[in-house]
Every structure is written in C-alpha cells, then in structure tokens.
C-alpha cells in the first residue's frame, strides 16, 4: 500500500516562505495525479494545488496563485508545495494527496491517498 508523508510545515511570519514535501513510498508515483489540500479549524478540507500525471500540468486555489508553487519529482518519488508571501489566512494543516483514478484530479472525491497532514502556521 502507497504511503504520503508530509514534512515541511512550521512556524513562520506574514510575509514568509515554506517549502512542503510529500514522500511517497511504493513504485507507481509517477501514475498518480496528486494535490495539496488544506483545512482550517471549523473549516472544510480544500484544494491549494493539484498536479496531473505525466506531462504536468497545474492548478492552484484563486487564494494562492502567484504565491504557491506545486511541483514533482518522480524520480524521487516527491511533491513539493513552495509557498511564498505567506498570510496569517494560510494558517492551516495540509495535507498530500493522490488519485489513482485520474491524470488530473481538481475535486477532493477523486483522490484516494491521503498523508497525515502538517500544520502550517503564519504570524501576523
């Protein structure tokens, strides 16, 4: 069974920058669409950033473009979320995700892994 293993998150200022990794263990990383998520508390769970299999192409949440970065390394089977300019709203657990079922998954449903999430916390 595929793992994700988020790391990169922690505490920074307004204004900061985090880069996030997503480990995966297995053979078939490169067959996996896969995507940032993030959830607020007493918020839902939603889409940062998404990536499609094979030859890459990207998404990301109205609320991030031009400071979120999604990017892959298949050969070493790791997503990559660099996050630039960040605001105390970005403040959130995220979480890596992969669909088996799509090249390009933008809808939560879609996606079949989940890591464990890693909390992100920005500073006013």
């Known amino acids: 069974q595929v793992q994700l293993v988020e790391s990169g998150g922690g505490l920074v200022q307004e204004g900061g920058s985090l880069r996030l990794s997503c480990a995966a263990s297995?053979?078939?990383?490169?067959?996996?669409?896969m995507g940032w998520f993030r959830q607020a508390p007493g918020k839902e769970r939603e889409l940062v950033a998404a990536?499609?299999?094979?030859?890459?192409?990207?998404s990301y949440a109205d609320s991030v473009k031009g400071r979120f970065t999604i990017s892959r390394d298949n050969a070493a089977k790791t997503l990559f979320l660099q996050m630039n300019s960040l605001k105390p709203e970005d403040t959130a657990v995220y979480y890596c995700?992969?669909?088996?079922?799509?090249?390009?998954?933008?809808?939560?449903?879609?996606?079949?892994?989940w890591g464990q999430g890693t909390q992100v916390t920005v500073s006013s």
């Open positions: 990536i499609s299999r094979g030859t890459p192409a990207t």
């Open positions: 297995g053979r078939t990383f490169s067959t996996y669409a």
């Open positions: 995700a992969a669909s088996l079922r799509s090249n390009y998954a933008l809808f939560v449903s879609l996606y079949d892994l």
